[in-house]
C-alpha cells in the first residue's frame, strides 16, 4: 500500500517536471524567435545559426 502512494507521488512529481521541462523549452524557442525577428527587422545584424552553433560549440570545448 504505502508503495503505491510512494509511486503516484514519485510519478506525479515527474508528470510535473516534464511538464515544466517542455512548457520552458517551448518559451525559449518562441522568446528567441521572436527577438531574432525583431534584431532582424531593426537591422540588426543576426549570427546564422550555424555560428552559433560553433560558438556554443567552443564554449563547451573550453569549459570542459
Known amino acids: ?4 502512494r510512494l509511486w503516484r507521488k514519485v ?3 515527474l508528470v510535473q ?5 517542455l512548457k520552458s523549452v517551448v518559451i525559449a524557442v518562441v522568446l528567441g524567435v521572436f527577438l531574432i ?3 532582424h527587422y531593426m537591422g540588426v545584424p543576426v549570427p546564422s545559426a550555424d555560428d ?9 570545448h573550453v569549459l570542459s
Open 52 to 60: 552559433l552553433l560553433r560558438g556554443v560549440s567552443r564554449l563547451a
Open 37 to 39: 525577428s525583431i534584431m
Open 17 to 21: 517536471l516534464g511538464a515544466a521541462l
Open 11 to 13: 510519478s506525479a512529481f
Open 1 to 4: 500500500m504505502r508503495i503505491r
